[in-house]
């Protein structure tokens, strides 16, 4: 008898793990459903179509091959491998009606181009091009993001995956979103490597990566070359009711971000964000390198991070950590503690380069709640304006800044340099 039993899991177990060999068997091709991948008919329906019918069969590949697939809104589902061959795009339609509005990120908006919702054990790869299309929404904010009735937020996101687990996103060049380019959403395990996320210097808010309220993400062999953050981590909407998952435990590792605003936490951190590790990552022509941003409205317990060994060149801002996002109020007093008051703590920066930088820091907490232990160990920074440093206790070990003009650390309200 123990022997039968034996078997039977041995068995079970066998078939377990030859599951996904069977998924990858599975190969669903949208040109067998009509698809065209002509870059001007629609293919929104026969790449669906693939999606389901390989979804159906308990997963597989949806592989696109040779042409221009043009497409709307498309979701994937568990255990599904999107697959964009090199000589492929899968290129995002420009028509407004195809993506209809609904609430995203618990706040207004319209669908992704591509989504995925309660998923697990998505993959998306294959050395081609996923192309959001996305000129028409950006002339659209520059021409109207002044008027009060502007919602900046009902412009399609690229990948917007919503409670998913067991993400990977790999060597495939991801660019011009509307908006937010990649977005992990309440999401465990996701990776993000060997690839490109790119859109021109100018386009609004097109984020490279936004890890929100996402736990486990790793990022690693990226190029970065974009109109906003290259990366930022958040968690939480500017005044929100809650609750709100923090984000923790994501690693950004030997990537380049060229164009963009540079390694972002915040600003939307009203969840928190705790357990931060970024090594190895060259800066080039980026607003800013090292960016952790919140306000009074939007913060919560955010700390335990680790910078290093960092290269900066032609950066404007090598090192911002600031308390007040948009703008830092030229006076300003304490106010009472909330739920939402940032709490910034235990950041540590080590190894740092940066030449030909146009200012070497801003580091400013709130009256009502100071920075504290803060360590810059091993930086060395060479720019046109020195360091400014309010409302924070700071840390140095061999830290030196090359200012061409004014000082090199200029010590506010209770700042302190240790």
């Given at each position: ?6 078997r ?25 459903f009509?698809?065209?991948?002509d870059?001007?008919?629609?293919d ?5 179509k693939?999606?389901?019918v ?13 042409g ?12 599904i ?18 993506y ?32 959001g ?14 008027m ?18 067991h ?8 660019q ?10 309440y ?7 060997n ?7 100018h386009s ?12 486990h993400?790793?990022i690693s062999?990226?190029?970065i ?8 981590i ?9 609750p ?11 990537c380049?971000?060229?164009?963009g605003h540079g ?17 190895r ?9 090292v ?5 009074r ?30 703008k ?28 030909g930088?146009?200012e ?18 091993n930086?060395q ?8 440093i ?7 070990r ?9 000082q ?9 340099l240790?």
């Amino acid at each position: 008898m123990k022997r039968k039993a034996s078997r039977g899991v041995c068995f079970f177990a066998a078939m377990f793990a030859a599951a996904p060999l069977l998924r990858a068997a599975v190969v669903c091709n949208p040109v067998t459903f009509g698809a065209k991948g002509d870059g001007t008919t629609k293919d929104t329906m026969a790449i669906q179509k693939a999606i389901d019918v390989c979804a159906a069969k308990g997963g597989g590949t949806v592989r696109l091959q040779n042409g221009t697939f043009l497409t709307g809104p498309i979701q994937l589902k568990s255990h599904i491998t999107l697959e964009v061959d090199p000589g492929a795009t899968l290129l995002g339609s420009q028509d407004r009606a195809d993506y209809k509005e609904e609430e995203e990120l618990r706040e207004a908006s319209v669908e992704p181009l591509i989504g995925a919702k309660n998923a697990e054990d998505i993959t998306i790869r294959g050395g081609g091009t996923i192309d959001g299309n996305g000129k028409p929404w950006w002339d659209d904010v520059y021409s109207h993001r002044h008027m009060p009735d502007f919602v900046a937020a009902k412009r399609p996101r690229l990948i917007l995956l919503d409670h998913c687990k067991h993400v990977l996103i790999e060597n495939v060049t991801i660019q011009n979103s509307a908006s937010w380019q990649v977005v992990p959403y309440y999401c465990d395990d996701v990776t993000i490597r060997n690839g490109k996320i790119l859109a021109p210097a100018h386009s609004p808010n097109t984020d490279g990566i936004d890890p929100f309220s996402s736990h486990h993400v790793t990022i690693s062999k990226m190029t970065i070359d974009v109109g906003d953050d290259n990366v930022a981590i958040k968690s939480g909407q500017p005044g929100s009711a809650g609750p709100d998952d923090p984000s923790t435990d994501i690693t950004v590792t030997d990537c380049n971000f060229l164009h963009g605003h540079g390694m972002s936490i915040g600003s939307e951190i009203a969840g928190g964000v705790q357990n931060v590790r970024v090594a190895r990552v060259y800066f080039k022509g980026t607003g800013n390198g090292v960016r952790i941003k919140s306000n009074r409205d939007r913060g919560a317990d955010i700390g335990n991070f680790d910078f290093r060994d960092l290269t900066m060149e032609n950066v404007g801002t090598a090192v911002l950590i600031s308390m007040y996002y948009p703008k830092i109020p030229q006076n300003d007093s304490a106010q009472p503690l909330s739920r939402l008051t940032p709490r910034f703590h235990d950041i540590h920066i080590s190894n740092l380069r940066a030449t030909g930088v146009k200012e070497a820091g801003v580091i400013i907490g709130l009256p009502e709640m100071p920075i504290t232990t803060i360590t810059l160990d091993n930086v060395q920074l060479d720019a046109a304006k020195g360091m400014t440093i309010s409302n924070a206790t700071v840390i140095v070990r061999d830290f030196h800044v090359k200012a061409a003009e004014g000082q090199p650390v200029t010590l506010l309200t209770n700042a302190k340099l240790r």
